[in-house]
């Protein structure tokens, strides 16, 4: 399951036992989102005038 959410870039948080006896990993994952993302994109407001 976890493999199918990753190939398509679904974020989802599915920790099993297995997972969890190696928790460093988990932290390792999981800081990946904790880092954000840097690149902000503005919307274009004349873009969205077309529409209206």
């Known amino acids: 399951m976890r493999e ?3 190939k398509h870039r679904i974020t989802t948080l599915i920790y099993t036992d297995t997972n969890l006896a190696k928790i460093e990993t988990v932290f ?3 800081a990946a989102y904790l ?3 840097k690149k902000v994109s503005q ?3 004349n ?3 077309e529409f209206l």
């Open 4 to 6: 199918y959410f990753q």
């Open 28 to 30: 390792e994952e999981i």
């Open 35 to 37: 880092q954000g993302n």
């Open 43 to 45: 919307l274009e407001f």
């Open 47 to 49: 873009l969205i005038q």
